[in-house]
């Protein structure tokens, strides 16, 4: 039982990150808010990419002879493009909540479905 | 074992600020919150041996995001409003999908396991060959600039659109009749502008 809650222990906060992340964007109003879900669940992905790459009992993988056991390079660089992209995205995000903001004067959904209903 | 309860510690600190996020109305803490839950991430990923990961979620998440969203903060108020309702739909969704995705793990390979089918295929070959083919030490480098050069080529490009749409968004506007001050709005674009030169190079 221990060891089945060990093996999947990663897995598992990975999921309960994802979630948590996924409620904020669907449940909160705030534009913002919303936006630092989505960089939760977008770090959940993360972690559950690098843990499935994960070796035990290995080193970093910078080739060494020191070592003979390294952990898997490639989720690493997957990762590693996803997290540049993934700030660029926010940066986008951010800009248009600004030019929402200066439109309508305000960034919680519910007032701007509002004014849109009124447009 | 002292591998594993760091592991378990971290997991748990991320868990819990991450839900202290989801809690909180001071979007000004939230976003101080996120960029801890980004320097956790990154110890996670040293714990992980990704270390190249590791420095560059602790200088793009913890650092340059932290610091749009507070220039973004500074135009748009810190004060988020209370949810008129109790959210029942997106919390049975989000139940519903939890549930779903954590039956699938028992189908993973265990935490570590070094004949999981994601460590059987291409990622030996990368680790015994890349030396003698690219040259360098970090098996990382030689795949991300070499073997698939042509994805670093593509997050260039998404870069650039994200800064050409930054611009064209808030960029260029001084002095008209906006109602909010444009100051800060030009930070963001430098910003912006500064962190994709700085992982391009």
């Known amino acids: 039982m221990l060891q089945v809650i060990l093996d999947h222990y990663n897995y598992w906060i990975a999921i309960l990150l994802m979630m948590i992340g996924l409620y904020t964007v669907v449940a909160r109003g705030n534009l913002v808010k919303k936006l630092v879900g989505l960089n939760i669940f977008q770090t959940s992905v993360f972690l559950l990419y690098i843990t499935m790459g994960k070796v035990a009992g290995g080193t970093a993988p910078i080739l060494d002879d020191r070592f003979t056991v390294y952990s898997n390079p490639i989720p690493h660089v997957l990762i590693l493009t996803a997290i540049v992209v993934g700030v660029a995205t926010t940066a986008l995000g951010l800009a248009l909540v600004v030019r929402i903001k200066e439109s309508y004067g305000t960034i919680e959904e519910d007032e701007l479905n509002l004014l849109d209903g009124e447009m | 074992m002292i591998i594993t309860l760091i592991d378990i510690a971290l997991l748990t600190f991320m868990g819990a600020t991450a839900l202290a996020i989801l809690r909180l109305r001071s979007l ?125 080529l593509g997050e260039v490009t998404v870069i650039f659109t994200a800064a050409v749409a930054v611009m064209l968004l808030i960029g260029g506007r001084k002095g008209d009749d906006a109602g909010i001050k444009n100051e800060p709005a030009d930070d963001a674009v430098d910003d912006a502008d500064s962190d994709g030169n700085g992982d391009t190079a």
């Open chain 2, 28 to 152: 000004f803490a939230v976003v101080m919150l996120s960029g801890i839950y980004s320097l956790l991430a990154a110890s996670m990923f040293v714990a992980l041996d990704a270390v190249d990961v590791a420095f560059t979620e602790a200088a793009v998440g913890a650092g340059i995001s932290t610091v749009l969203m507070i220039a973004v903060l500074a135009l748009t108020g810190e004060r988020e409003r209370a949810p008129s309702h109790t959210m029942w739909l997106p919390m049975a969704v989000v139940v519903l999908t939890g549930a779903a995705l954590i039956y699938a793990t028992f189908d993973m390979p265990a935490f570590g396991a070094a004949n999981a089918p994601v460590n059987l295929h291409v990622a030996p070959r990368y680790l015994n060959e890349s030396f003698a083919e690219v040259g360098l030490p970090n098996v990382v480098t030689s795949v991300l600039a070499s073997y698939r050069g042509y994805d670093t």
